[in-house]
């Protein structure tokens, strides 16, 4: 007889996010089993609840894929389940009970209820379905084919649930994907469907690779290495559209922006062409493959490269000065730029201010002295100080 998880004493099957996590320390099975009636009188209103908002699963909504990531991910958080359980309950063992019961932790049915309550997020609800639906599957594997079938993955996915194919198969059938099931694509691109149950297992190939098998190369890229069953695709020079190896001079065809010069192909100096290519108040820079307008520099009306250095002409404000356009300092000529009384000059790039000196404010547009300066008044003149001498 096979050992069963219930006894028959306890309530039907319930998704994990239904339990209660009663039983995270081991109980004797006399206790266990006279804690059930209890708990169902407890979990009997809130899971009615639970039952009457829940979300209804939606049909016709899941993909072919779905099942099967569903149950990887179940499979995947067992392992996780058995890593976590595997230390647990060990070493604290103090009386003779615990140590003969702890012995057994190892395959116990306590056990596998830990792994199976820490399965499914509480609202992943594919997750917790299939768990409560599948879960005497889990626990006849947990307790008669494990050493049989220790690859849980394919024991459940595949053979068992038969949502999911072996890495390398797709479809109802579990078909081979093109290349064979070693090396899908020939390891240049991905099977449609591959693992699942679903797919039409057509190749995707990756960038560079195209074909049935992923084993031509596409415009932009030459076979560099290539055998019955391995095909290697390298990217052309930026200078080919089509070639047959690395270098410019293999190009089939130039890429746009270059032009075949004797054997190669090399980049169009849009720059050097008699048409502008750029429009007033920019300078042209030749790239490899094509060009950009860049700003000139704020000192320069019309130029040919960066900086003042490279100015057609100087803006006002701006003179030429040592090859360059320089600031004009305004506030050094001989003519006073700044003329009214009170007024001091202040030299900027381009330009220059006339702002009242310190102690000066501007009223009326004159620069007349601030009240504080008025307000300091001249009291001990001559008169007294002399007055007091006597
Ligand atoms: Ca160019
Ligand atoms: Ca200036």
Known sequence: MMPRLRSPGHPPSLPARFRCP????PVPSSQRQSLWPRLQLLLLPPLLFLLAVAPLPSSSSSTSHKPCTVCRNIVDQFH???????????????????????????????????????????????CNNMVENQEEHLENWWFKQKKRHPDLFRWFCVDTLRVCCL????????????????????????????????????????????GALCMDCVDGYFSSWRNDTHSVCTVCHQACKT?????????????????????????????AAEAPACEEGFYCLNNNGSFSCQACDA?????????????????????????????????????????????????????????????FQETDGACVPTPETQEEPQEAGPASSSHEDL
Request: charged fraction near 25%; proline fraction near 5%.
């Open 22 to 25: 009663v039983r995270t320390m």
């Open 80 to 126: 996780k389940g058995l890593a976590n359980t595997e230390k647990k309950n060990f070493g604290g063992g103090n009386t003779a009970w615990e140590e003969k019961t702890l012995s057994k932790y190892e395959s116990s049915e306590i056990r596998l209820v830990e792994i199976i309550e820490s399965l499914c997020e509480s609202d992943a609800f594919e």
């Open 167 to 210: 890495s390398g198969t797709y479809g109802p059938d579990c078909l081979e994907c093109p290349g064979g099931a070693e090396q899908p694509c020939r390891g240049n691109g991905y099977c449609n469907g591959d693992g699942s149950r679903g797919g039409d297992g057509k190749c995707a190939c990756h960038l560079g690779y195209t």
């Open 243 to 271: 070639c047959t190896g690395p270098s410019p001079k293999d190009c089939g065809e130039c890429e746009l922006g270059w032009a075949q010069q004797e054997d190669a192909c090399v980049d169009v100096d849009e720059c």
């Open 299 to 359: 000192s320069c009306a019309g130029c040919v490269g960066e900086g003042p250095e490279h100015c057609k002409s100087c803006t006002a404000g701006y003179a030429q000065e040592a090859g360059a356009c320089r600031d004009i300092d305004e506030c050094a000529q001989p003519e006073e730029a700044c003329p009214q009384e009170h007024q001091k000059c202040f030299n900027t790039p381009g330009s220059f201010v006339c702002a009242c000196a310190q102690g």
